[in-house]
């Protein structure tokens, strides 16, 4: 009785690249797997660039929120990076021991803390803001001027409607 022949390495099995369907081809009619995808482009690139400074894409996004709302309550930040309030903490306290925020109690509620940035956060902010424009760019790179507004404004139709 003969044995039967070993299967064909993979690559001897398949057509040529550019032959060959995207393994997720499936999926290339649906709007939020096509959002999916960009949003790990563009955070994977945002991700790299802010690794340098010790910092995650939530991290930098709550500095810009308490840039712009100086006072915020915990969670009106929760609300604002759409996290549950209990995400916040361990977020804010990575910030505060880099000396990049601080949380300060309120006169009129002793139980609520208003968050600010410091000096250093601030400093640090202007910087990353340009670190974040920048990979925006690089990562939508296929893109010219007019279909990047395009794209943004379509994106915020579907998230703010």
Partial sequence: MA??????????????????????????????YAMRRA?????????????????????????AIIDQNPGLMQ???????AIEPPQ?????????SRALAVRVRCKPDKRSYGIFLSKTGET??????????????????ALDGEEREELLRLLKKVYQD
């Fill in 75 to 81: 969670a009106d930040l929760a609300r604002a990076l």
């Fill in 124 to 141: 640090l902010l202007k910087e990353l803001k340009q670190i974040a424009v920048q990979s925006d760019l690089d990562a939508t790179a």
């Fill in 39 to 63: 949003q790990l482009k563009l955070f994977q690139n945002l991700i790299g660039r802010l690794s340098a400074h010790d910092l995650r894409p939530a991290q930098f996004s709550a500095l």
């Fill in 3 to 32: 044995k039967p022949s070993p299967p064909a390495a993979p690559s001897e099995s398949l057509p040529p690249p550019q032959m060959q369907t995207a393994l997720d081809s499936a999926l290339d009619d649906l709007i939020g």
């Fill in 88 to 96: 916040v903490v361990p977020l804010l306290n990575k910030l505060e």
